[in-house]
């Protein structure tokens, strides 16, 4: 289930980007959209896999630990532009 996890937040990522690229596009780039979407990636990732973890039923516990990584993986991965906490993205 933690492999779920990791590709559901994923695909949330990965559908926030291009709904903030496109923003980003037809308003010129205004840096509350980038803060809006992390803020909802740390809720989805985050506030969503501790709330999983606290089930303590099997599926839960892996597919919030699944979110957890996600979030923490693609952070270090794309060094924070894919969830919004690369402070570049706000100048």
């Known amino acids: 289930m933690a492999f779920a996890g990791l590709a559901l937040y994923s695909v949330v990522n990965l559908v926030l980007v291009f709904v903030v690229l496109f923003a980003a596009m037809n308003n010129g780039g205004n840096p509350a959209w980038t803060a809006a979407s992390a803020v909802v990636l740390v809720l989805v990732g985050l506030g969503a896999g501790a709330g999983l973890l606290f089930l303590r039923r099997p599926w839960t516990t892996g ?14 991965v ?14």
Do not use: D, K
């Open 63 to 76: 597919l919030g630990l699944g979110l957890m990584i996600g979030w923490a993986l693609w952070s270090i």
């Open 78 to 91: 794309s060094a924070g532009f894919c969830t919004g906490i690369n402070p570049g993205l706000y100048g």
